[in-house]
């Protein structure tokens, strides 16, 4: 007869009809096992960011340029009014408690397509 001194493992396992979906892992010490919290890094603004203003600038040289004939200046003043919007909402969203790596990175790649607007409407 083996010994019942440790439990049988299959009797820890949680069951679903004829499944086993889990089993604890009690080998783990509680302050290892992973938390569940929510920690927003920088690259979810920064891409958040990027990803927002690429869509939103060639909307506004579409639309304001080419589809409703706007005047250069008034196409580049919404460009840059749009580019200062999502600087805005990714320093509300936390980007200005990230560190100052990714701030000016943000403000690189929003001062980048912007500047790719600008210029096609320029030339």
Request: net charge negative.
């Amino acid at each position: 007869m083996p010994d019942r001194g440790r439990p049988d493992p299959k009797e820890e396992d949680i069951v679903y009809e004829d499944r086993r979906i889990s089993r604890p892992d009690a080998s783990l010490p509680d302050w290892e096992s992973p938390d569940t919290a929510y920690r927003p890094i920088p690259i979810v603004w920064f891409a958040g960011a990027l990803i927002t203003q690429v869509v939103g600038q060639a909307a506004i040289f579409l639309l304001f340029r080419h589809l409703w004939g706007f005047s250069e200046l008034a196409v580049i003043a919404i460009a840059f009014a749009a580019s200062i919007l999502v600087w805005e909402v990714g320093m509300k969203r936390g980007l200005s408690t990230a560190s100052l790596a990714w701030r000016v990175a943000t403000f690189a790649i929003l001062a980048f397509f912007f500047a790719l607007t600008a210029l096609p409407v320029l030339a």
